[in-house]
């Protein structure tokens, strides 16, 4: 057998967080004798992830920070390429960034180049505009686009002709298991306790502060309670002072970016999501898996329902209506939901064969051929399955 194929990831960074978790769940499950995975970072620091990727034969390259008005960021961008002519496919989840890696990436003759959409929204800051300005290159420079799902992709392309490559996981690590979930809840010492769980990077548009505002009402009518926060990020410090101002600091748990969301997720009694925006949150596949009931805001796309157990809930609606559905969730059964998310096609194991083919198919089909296929490129929205 000859070399596996190397595929350049560009990303931010590999930490624990959505998109790079997706990007894991591919890793692990496809052929590494045949693709392997390599990532172009913008950060000079270690990430959760690193280790893993080392481990199953991936390099990490650093670059500055991106910023598309450095000369220096753009000459690195540019000599990267220059020195590594060995990359054939460049797979850029920059989103609206995307165009700028790209660019450059075509500019030093790689043949192959995909951008792939996490997001249906940016946050509006002084950023906003120069990131709705340089998005409309994207499709200038990529060969072809992927999304995460279908508003995702029309917000980020303008355009139909893209190609939804699902969030997916690895279903059996999240089945419940009432003997698991028992065993977590001692090892947790929350064994009489009504948890609340979130999983997500304090960022802004995880509405984290909305959060801690519900919970509050949860806390008035189920004193018992507990709200369990998975992750980190830049809002972290913000949030914890308001749950120490609040006097909630006994019953919110900041737990940290972990590597055991599928046991976590055993313990919890529901899971929300009152995010302003998102893609596809994988944290709502994984919770579905889970047989949690998942509370969820009306700006989570509903393309991420895949089973019985979600209530979406408009933003508009008080706290204490929030706290009221929240609270309707306690003691419900839990279900094994296998064959749901089985028959959603959001197990792992089918879409890594999905993702290695099309690899696989582009380096040996050349771009014309490909481009013709059967896979992609229709003039509609085409989902993989």
């Not at 080392?54 to 910023?67: M, V």
């Not at 043949?111 to 120069?130: C, D, G, V, W």
């Not at 419940?176 to 979930?181: G, K």
């Amino acid at each position: 057998m000859g070399e596996p194929i190397r595929v350049l990831h560009v990303v931010t960074y590999m930490g624990r967080g959505g998109l790079e978790t997706m990007i894991m769940n591919y890793y692990r499950n496809i052929d590494r004798n045949k693709v392997q995975f390599d990532f172009l970072t913008h950060r000079d620091e270690r990430w959760d992830y690193d280790d893993e990727i080392e481990a199953l034969g991936g390099k990490i390259y650093h670059l500055p920070r991106l910023n598309p008005f450095s000369p220096k960021y753009l000459k690195a961008l540019d000599n990267f390429f220059k020195d590594h002519k060995e990359y054939r496919i460049v797979h850029c989840h920059q989103d609206c960034m995307s165009g700028i890696v790209l660019k450059y990436a075509k500019k030093n003759g790689v043949p192959f180049t995909i951008a792939h959409s996490h997001s249906s929204n940016q946050n509006k800051n002084l950023k906003y505009i120069i990131k709705l300005i340089a998005k409309r290159s994207i499709p200038k420079y990529a060969d072809y686009l992927f999304a995460c799902g279908t508003e995702a992709g029309r917000w980020m392309f303008n355009t139909d002709n893209f190609t939804v490559l699902n969030n997916a996981i690895d279903t059996k690590k999240y089945i419940y298991n009432e003997e698991r979930a028992l065993d977590m809840r001692r090892k947790l010492g929350i064994e009489d306790k009504f948890v609340i769980g979130h999983v997500g990077r304090f960022r802004h548009e995880k509405n984290h502060s909305f959060i801690i505002d519900i919970f509050r009402e949860v806390c008035k009518k189920e004193p018992n309670s507990n709200l369990f926060l998975v992750g980190d990020g830049p809002l972290e410090e913000e949030i914890k002072k308001k749950v120490y101002d609040l006097k909630l600091e006994d019953k919110v748990k900041f737990l940290g970016s972990r590597n055991d969301v599928y046991d976590l997720m055993q313990a919890m009694d529901v899971f929300i999501l009152p995010s302003l925006y998102e893609g596809i949150p994988m944290t709502m596949i994984e919770s579905q898996a889970s047989g949690l009931n998942c509370i969820i805001s009306d700006k989570v796309p509903k393309e991420c329902i895949v089973t019985d157990n979600v209530k979406c809930i408009s933003l508009d609606e008080s706290n204490s209506y929030w706290a009221e559905e929240i609270i309707k969730s306690k003691n419900t059964i839990r279900k094994n939901l296998y064959n749901e998310i089985q028959d959603a096609k959001l197990d792992i194991n089918s879409n890594a064969i999905w993702l290695q083919k099309f690899y696989l198919n582009n380096m040996a089909k050349g771009d014309l051929a490909w481009q013709n296929s059967q896979y992609l490129h229709q003039h509609t929205i085409e989902h993989i399955y």
